[in-house]
């Protein structure tokens, strides 16, 4: 069975379609990297996963059942713009997210409860290498440092799926190396499955095991918001294949495309 699976899945706003006919299933462990055009729809598509954005038409599984329209503990979110607290420390930060999930039903935790807190905090800020900053806050940390709290607030949860919405595109190349290590190490240590947004097609193929590429196969002058983007291209990604082959690689898979053009 298919951890996630869409058919005909289409997303409008009132008369704007912005995705239509996604046809997928995916299967846990993969990482799916996903290109396309500014305003294609990417985002909208990871906030269906994520739950804060309807399905318009079609369907959208989870474990084969409807996927739930809010976010769940089992979905980790991680945005290119800084999410975190700004008044809150690390510490603090990576707490909230615990407390958000928990709160539902066990309000504020006191005493053995708030300890096992702080712990399992601590081990979630550790295995993102911020341990040396526990008590220090967002503006007191690099851009590098407040996407790994960003990480590390999205893994608290434990979740079996992680959105990743253009993480790195705000970083320096040298430290976005160091996030790509991370982020790898994190997919295959927690055995996630990533769906991971980057306009940057060398990490693309660098990261992920799958390619999608978004990209409109109809289109009306008249009517510019007729017609969405859908799946162009579903590429498998062998991750021994040198990065120097990456423009081969597309042109043989015949990427001759508005997508190719803005990308290369
Ligand atoms: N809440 C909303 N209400 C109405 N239209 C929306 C809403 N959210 C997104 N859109 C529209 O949907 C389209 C797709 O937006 P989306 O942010 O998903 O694109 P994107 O591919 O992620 O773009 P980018 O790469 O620039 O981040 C855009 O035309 C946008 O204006």
């Not at 434990?158 to 160091?178: H, N």
């Not at 062998?238 to 120097?244: E, F, H, V």
């Amino acid at each position: 069975m298919s951890l996630l699976a869409a058919k005909r899945l289409e997303k409008h706003y009132g008369n704007h379609v912005v995705l239509e006919n996604l046809n997928f299933s995916v299967e846990p462990g993969e990482f799916v990297t996903l290109v396309g055009a500014s305003g294609c729809g990417k985002t909208t598509f990871l906030k269906m996963l994520l739950g804060t954005e309807a399905v318009s038409k079609g369907s959208l599984t989870l474990d084969n059942q409807p996927i739930p329209n809010e976010p769940g503990p089992d979905r980790g979110v991680v945005f290119q713009k800084y999410s975190v607290f700004p008044h809150l420390t690390v510490l603090g930060n990576v707490m909230m997210a615990d407390e958000l999930h928990s709160s539902k039903l066990l309000g504020k935790s006191f005493g053995a409860a708030k300890r096992r807190a702080v712990e399992k905090a601590c081990a979630r800020i550790d295995e993102v290498g911020l341990d040396h900053a526990l008590n220090k806050y967002p503006h007191e940390l690099s851009g590098g440092m407040q996407q790994r709290l960003a990480i590390a607030q999205a893994l608290m949860m434990r979740p079996r799926i992680l959105l990743l919405d253009e993480p790195f595109g705000a970083l320096d190349p040298g430290i976005r190396q160091d996030m790509h290590v991370l982020i790898n190490r994190l997919w295959q240590e927690q055995q996630l499955t990533i769906f991971m947004i980057t306009h940057d097609l060398k990490e693309a193929f660098e990261l992920g095991t799958r390619l999608w590429v978004f990209d409109k196969t109809r289109h009306d002058p008249q009517a510019p918001e007729a017609f969405g983007a859908t799946i162009t291209y579903d590429l498998p990604i062998s991750r021994d294949r040198p990065s120097t082959d990456l423009e081969e690689a597309l042109q043989q898979g015949g990427l001759k495309t508005h997508t190719q053009e803005t990308l290369l």
